[in-house]
């Protein structure tokens, strides 16, 4: 018999944006944007808001869900269960609504309220928001007598959004330290010089912040050009060190040999300072 209806989710995760960054866009059962990328209480806030966008040219309906994610080492976010005991931004924070539909260009704002009891712990309290689009139901095709001996299946893709939703009580503070710094040369004809190392994070905060890395000295190329740029790189509590590892300009291989580069972080949100760290290129 025909089995119907088996589906898959397509998530794209925002492992924390800056605020001046473009939509989230996920393509799909209409093209929703998401802003902002990421909901952060702290301070006096009690009150924000989420703006979703259908840019698809069809009508669609999102469900609006909040689960909890981990951040490995790489930096990708996986599901993960609810300690007994923990708590997390879910039950601090209230949403509304819980669905949306959305016509085409039509937007919708989703609302959160923050309410913390007064005992609660000093620290940093996350969840993450799903913004998930939901399939449209498929007409049952009739079935034939070639079709009833028949076993078949359709996979529908189901697309999803997950932003973060960060809670922060009291006095939070953060260190960062660049460790680990490598840099690899070109493993074969035309590939680029390859720069790896470790982000570490200590404290009782998350972090957000801009990356850059920079020629300090030697080589052929100028001293402070710019070789590679990442804005917006989360490193959140529960992990100790993300790894980075970037490709640089393969037209500068050449160029890149005998040089110092100059590898910067710079936090945009949470209280900790910038590091830097040098690392040569080989001659």
């Known amino acids: 018999m025909p089995l119907r209806g088996f589906s898959f989710l397509l998530l794209i995760t925002a492992l924390g944006l800056t605020a001046q ?15 902002p990328h990421r909901v952060v209480f702290q301070g006096r806030d009690r009150a924000a808001e989420v703006m979703l ?57 989703v609302r959160f309220q923050l309410r913390k009891p007064a005992e609660l712990a000093e620290g940093e309290y996350r969840s993450h928001v799903l913004f998930q689009a939901v399939p449209a139901a ?23 959004i997950t932003i973060p939703i960060i809670v922060r009580h009291g006095n939070l503070k953060a260190q960062l330290a660049i460790s680990k710094a490598q840099a690899s040369p070109p493993e074969k004809a035309e590939a680029p010089w390859t720069l790896a190392f470790s982000l570490e994070r200590r404290g009782n905060s998350s972090v957000l912040g801009d990356l850059k890395v920079q020629v300090e000295k030697g080589g052929q190329l100028q001293r402070g050009l710019v070789l590679s740029q990442m804005k917006g790189i989360g490193i959140y509590t529960g992990l100790e060190a993300r790894e980075i590892r970037l490709a640089l300009d393969p037209a500068k291989r050449d160029a890149l040999k005998g040089a110092q580069l100059k590898i910067t972080f710079t936090p945009t949100d949470g209280n900790a300072s910038p590091v830097t760290a040098l690392v040569d290129v080989a001659g």
């Open 21 to 35: 960054a473009p939509p989230l866009v996920v393509k799909g059962v209409g093209d929703l944007a998401v802003v």
């Open 138 to 160: 498929d007409v049952p095709e009739p079935e034939t007598a070639a079709t009833e001996q028949a076993l078949s299946f359709k996979l529908t893709p189901i697309f999803g």
């Open 53 to 109: 966008r259908n840019d698809g040219s069809t009508s669609a309906t999102y469900r609006v869900l909040i689960k909890e994610m981990v951040m490995l080492p790489s930096g990708r976010l996986d599901d993960r269960t609810k300690g007994p005991a923990e708590i997390t931004a879910a039950d601090l924070v209230r949403m509304t609504p819980r669905q949306v539909e959305l016509k085409p260009g039509e937007v919708q704002m």
